[in-house]
Nanobody, 128 residues
Framework: QVQLVESGGGLVQAGESLRLSCTAS??????????MAWFRQAPGKGREFVAA????????PIADSVKGRFSISRDNAKNTMFLQMNNLKPEDTAIYYC???????????????????WGQGTQVTVSS
């Protein structure tokens, strides 16, 4: 089993920045081999892809809605993935979820169905 824990969410004003963290653990988990991703879900909306890292496929896709403002990175020594969120906007308000999978393929990187482990989420609220 793989466990994911998100942190770093909070309440900020528009234009400010936050950095979210996702720490992974569990027997058999390979941080360098598993694909990892961030999704978000705003009130009344479905789960939306934000960004992902897949070292196996060499892919780092990012959603058009956050491109140029958000970036994703990993610290292999700490089993931690980060989402740097700059110039936050009210429409970024959502619960942000960390996800991972050992078997996700290129065509599934942007889909929640491609991941089989999820964190509990961390709330990000951006005020005007």
């Amino acid at each position: 089993q793989v466990q994911l824990v998100e942190s770093g969410g909070g309440l900020v004003q528009a234009g400010e920045s936050l950095r979210l963290s996702c720490t992974a653990s569990g027997s058999g988990f390979s941080f360098t081999r598993y694909a990892m991703a961030w999704f978000r879900q705003a009130p009344g909306k479905g789960r939306e892809f934000v960004a992902a890292i897949s070292r196996r496929t060499g892919s780092e896709p990012i959603a058009d809605s956050v491109k140029g403002r958000f970036s994703i990175s990993r610290d292999n020594a700490k089993n931690t993935m980060f989402l740097q969120m700059n110039n936050l906007k009210p429409e970024d308000t959502a619960i942000y979820y960390c996800a991972t999978s050992a078997g996700v393929i290129m065509s599934q990187l942007r889909s929640h169905s491609g991941y089989n482990y999820w964190g509990q989420g961390t709330q990000v609220t951006v005020s005007s």
